[in-house]
């Protein structure tokens, strides 16, 4: 946390809390972004005024002018700003360089970060194939503020749309709520992205054990999509578990982010935390448990395979042995005769006969 920061109080903008008193003015320098455009799409914006949505869509130079009205909320989204149109916008919103340095920079960790005049989220949705096994992440980066959060993604690939409809489905009642509806539906959103590939990857692993114990082997199969659904756990667990800190964080009232109204709300987002975390964990030891066992049925496979062979073996030896007898050449009894031949076979067959009875009764053909 940065405490050398100046503040300024401005009759705008009086909220208090760790976001801090200020004046805000947002003005886009036209000759650093000429068409409105910063990152590899147009910026997405939006504004609440009194819970309700008043605007969608307007340039990023209007937000100033929406911030100077009373009751408004202001969201801005980026997709993949570069540092210095990033810088921008970190100079209208008294962003810190440390934040802003964050935001832009790849592979971050799931963190929450406390400035004079921002908090900063780091965060990551997930997307699972379900064919391959293979779980794609998608960073997603948040400054807020006491009036406006600005989103930054990393790619195109995270779903603004969906986060529109969930912040839709949330209605007027959470609306009023300002940046605390914003931030709790933005968290809830990606959590249940993580609950959902936690779901699928469940269903994937029940998958796997039913090829476990199919009568035909399966031993390539389910090596290979073990070592890929662990691969894919241990990714999705380094996004999920450190969420529980940051959703803790986020509802601690020093903070001032949380009201008393949304923290139900933020309590239901925490639990759900909870669950895909220990859920996550407890499919790590089953994948683990589900590998050593494919190795002990091989090992039993292979055991029931050479128990046959030997068994086959032995019911192969005796009669070689019997003709064997019966080929030396020296006189024995029914040498030269049609009854020795006919002896021989008899006591061929009963013997191959008796190993072969005396082996299935001990399950080993």
Known sequence: MSDSAEVTTGPRDQAAGPFGRRTWACRVDP??????????????????????????GFPVAQISDYLELPDTVVWLDLCAPRPDELHVISEELDLSPLAVEDAVSPRER???????????????????????????????????????????????????????????????????????YLVHGLIDFIVDQHFNAVQSLDTEIEKLEDLLFDDRPHEGTVQRRSYELRKSLVLLRRVVVPMREVVNTIMRRDLHLVSPDMAPYYQDVYDHVLRATEWTESMRDLVT??????????????????????????????????TGFYGQNVPYPGFGKEWGFAASVVILLACAGFLYVSFRRRDWL
């Open 110 to 180: 799931p963190k929450l970060d406390r400035y004079d005049s921002h908090l900063f989220l780091n965060a990551y949705a997930v997307t699972l194939d379900e064919v391959s096994g293979e779980l794609a992440t998608h960073e997603v980066a948040a400054f807020i503020t006491a009036r406006a959060l600005v989103t930054v993604r990393a790619d195109e690939e995270f779903d603004v749309d969906g986060l529109l409809a969930h912040w839709g489905e949330a209605g007027a009642e959470l609306a009023q709520y300002g940046v605390s």
């Open 289 to 322: 448990t589900i590998l050593e066992t494919n190795l002990t049925i091989q090992g039993n496979r292979m055991n029931l395979i050479m128990k046959r062979l030997s068994a086959w073996a032995a019911v192969i030896a005796v009669p070689t042995a019997i």
């Open 31 to 56: 000759a650093v972004d000429p068409a409105n455009r910063i990152g590899r799409e147009p910026p997405r914006t939006r504004v609440y005024r009194a819970g309700k949505l008043e605007a969608e």
